[in-house]
C-alpha cells in the first residue's frame, strides 16, 4: 500500500505549521511550498482539503495564509489520512460499483483486507500531530529553514 501525494503533503503542511512555534502567525502556501520544493499549485489544493476537514484555519487575500484550527495534541494522523486518501480499496474489487472480478460479492479475501485496513488506521489514530513533532520541534524548524541554522 502506499498513500497518494495528496496525503503525503497534506503531512508535510501539518507538520510544518505546527513547527511554527507563533500559533497565531498566518504561514503563507509559498513558505511551505518552498520549503519542502513542492508546487504550489498542488499545496493549494491539499490546504483546502485540510482547511474544509477542520485541520487548518484559511484567511484569504493579502497578507493571509493558514493556521491551525485545532492544537496538535487533537489531530490524530489516522483521521487526516483517512480525510485525504480518495479510498482505500487495495484491490479492485473493493472499489464502489466493480463487477470486473467474478469472485465479487463472494471473496473470502476481502474481510481480511478490510481488517487489514481498519488496523493501519487504528495504529495511525494513536499517534497525533504533537507525537510526530515530540522533541524534534526545533530540528524541523532547522531542517525547513524557519529559523536559521544558527538560531
Given amino acids: 500500500m502506499r498513500l497518494t501525494k495528496h496525503s503525503d503533503y ?15 502567525r498566518l ?8 520549503s519542502y520544493a513542492i508546487s504550489s499549485h498542488h499545496l ?9 476537514a477542520g485541520y487548518l484555519e484559511i484567511k484569504r487575500g493579502r497578507g493571509g495564509g493558514v493556521r491551525l ?24 474489487c473493493m472499489q464502489d460499483g466493480n463487477q470486473a472480478c467474478p ?3 463472494a471473496c473470502a479475501l ?13 495504529v495511525l ?11 524534534r520541534g526545533h530540528a524541523y524548524r532547522k531542517l525547513l529553514g524557519i529559523i536559521r541554522v544558527g538560531a
Fill in 69 to 92: 484550527a485545532r492544537d496538535p495534541e487533537a489531530i490524530r494522523i489516522g483521521e487526516v489520512i483517512a480525510a485525504t486518501e480518495p479510498d482505500f480499496a487495495f484491490v479492485e
Fill in 110 to 122: 476481502v474481510p481480511p483486507l478490510q481488517e487489514a485496513q481498519e488496523a493501519f488506521l487504528a
Fill in 10 to 24: 497534506a503531512l508535510r503542511v501539518l507538520i510544518y505549521v505546527a513547527a511554527v512555534r507563533d500559533r497565531e
Fill in 27 to 34: 504561514i503563507s502556501t509559498e513558505e511551505i511550498s518552498e
Fill in 125 to 135: 489514530d494513536r499517534y497525533t500531530l504533537a507525537d510526530v513533532i515530540g522533541r
Fill in 44 to 52: 493549494v489544493k491539499v490546504v483546502g482539503k485540510l482547511g474544509k
Fill in 103 to 105: 469472485l465479487t460479492g
